[in-house]
């Protein structure tokens, strides 16, 4: 299975993007699918989750501005991401669970 990520980009603060995993194949399936990020000179963290029952959760830092959610149809999970901030500034990794990581996607943030 491969995972592939994309939409990543500079953007200013309090933009927006909307990040894409494209899988090769079909996620409803798949139980959890997540997107993490890893900024310079840090560990990678778990940013939003999402359950092929319909649940999602978020890590505290971006609830509220950040969705995560399939099109099934498509194969692909995105992250939406809105009112960006600088400390948002890291590449960001698809996760299927089972399957493994897509490659990286590098969101600037600029103040």
């Known amino acids: 299975v491969q995972l592939q990520a994309s939409g990543g980009g500079l953007v200013q603060a309090g933009g927006s993007l909307r990040l894409s995993c494209a899988v090769s194949?079909?996620?409803?399936?798949?139980?959890?699918i997540s997107w993490y990020r890893q900024a310079p000179g840090k560990q990678r963290e778990l940013v939003a989750i999402?359950?092929?029952?319909?649940?999602?959760n978020y890590v505290e830092s971006v609830r509220g501005r950040f969705t995560i959610f399939r099109d099934n149809a498509k194969n692909i999970v995105y992250l939406q991401m809105n009112g960006l901030k600088p400390e948002d500034t890291a590449v960001y990794f698809c996760?299927?669970?089972?399957?493994?990581w897509g490659q990286g996607t590098l969101v600037t943030v600029s103040s």
């Open positions: 999402s359950s092929n029952g319909g649940n999602t």
């Open positions: 996760y299927a669970n089972g399957y493994g």
């Open positions: 194949r079909s996620i409803s399936s798949i139980g959890f």
